[in-house]
Structures are given as C-alpha cells and as structure tokens.
C-alpha cells in the first residue's frame, strides 16, 4: 500500500470485487536447479502524487525452501509506504530482531526486511466462506521515504527448526 492508496480499486456497492486499474505486466520467470523467480510489474500507483511504477520479483530458493520478495518503486517523491503478510488463523506472530517469528504446526519461520524496516505484528481477517470472518495475524512493515528512481526492499520468509 503505497500513501493509502491500494494498487486496484474497491467500490463499497461491489463488495466482492475489485477493480484492476494496476495493469500487471509479466516479466520473466526463470527455473534452474537452485531456485526460480518470477518477475512482474504494474502501474497501480499512478494515481498518487509523485507516481510509481512497481515491479515485483519472487524468488524460491529450492534447498532452504526460503521465499524471498523483492520490491522495487520506479518515482520520485516523499512516499508512505505498506507491505502487510496476512498469516493464516492459528499462526503464532511475534516481533524479534526487528522482523517477526511466525509458528504453526510444529514448525517456525522468520519474516524479515533486508533494509532494517521494523515488524509491528496486527490482527486481520482470514475469511474460509461467505460472510465469515476468522481475525489472523498481520505482519506489517511500514516506513516513509523519499524516493529517487530505483529505490528496492527485500523481505524474506525463512523455515527455522
């Protein structure tokens, strides 16, 4: 979420959907023994001030099973900037070293930014059907910048033991 703005458009009488304005655009995907990636981008930010062309890339590393996801933001400008990781009802979320430990199952996970942006855990919404809500925690990372073109955040998702 880039100044409070999402990258479509939602209209309060079409509850169920949403309005693709951010024009994505396939870039690459790339397998190889160790990994694969793939890269897309979008203009879903054009409507703010100052705005910015984004481009996604993922990346699952094979052996660790790590995902990493790289953002980068094509403008200029004084930005608020939002990445929120939605977890699944039952996931433990907790705030350390600056990013978050996520448990479930028997099983642990770190979410971290590369760039050192702070984790602040919340609560969101997990829905299974129609008209049910199941609240779930929310990673969030969040920080103003001024960007200059060419500005990227790393964040990684690694299983621990």
Not at 52 to 69: C, M, N
Not at 120 to 125: D, E, L, Q, T
Request: proline share 4%; aromatic share 10%.
């Amino acid at each position: 979420v880039i100044d409070s703005e999402e990258q479509n458009e939602f209209k309060t009488e079409w509850l169920f959907r949403m309005f693709a304005k951010a024009l994505p655009e396939h870039l690459d995907f790339v397998a190889v023994a160790s990994q694969a990636r793939y890269r897309r981008r979008d203009n879903g930010y054009s409507s703010v001030d100052n705005p910015l062309l984004h481009e996604r890339a993922f990346t699952l590393h094979h052996d660790t099973g790590d995902l990493t996801i790289h953002d980068q933001l094509d403008g200029n400008g004084s930005h608020d900037l939002v990445w929120r990781f939605q977890c699944a009802p039952g996931v433990e979320a907790v705030v350390d070293d600056g990013g978050a430990v996520l448990r479930a199952g028997g099983k642990r996970w770190t979410l971290r930014s590369h760039e050192g942006v702070p984790a602040v855990i919340g609560s969101g919404w997990y829905s299974p059907s129609y008209g049910v809500r199941v609240a779930a925690p929310m990673v969030q990372f969040a920080l103003e910048s001024v960007l200059v073109r060419g500005n990227g955040w790393t964040f990684t998702l690694e299983q621990r033991s």
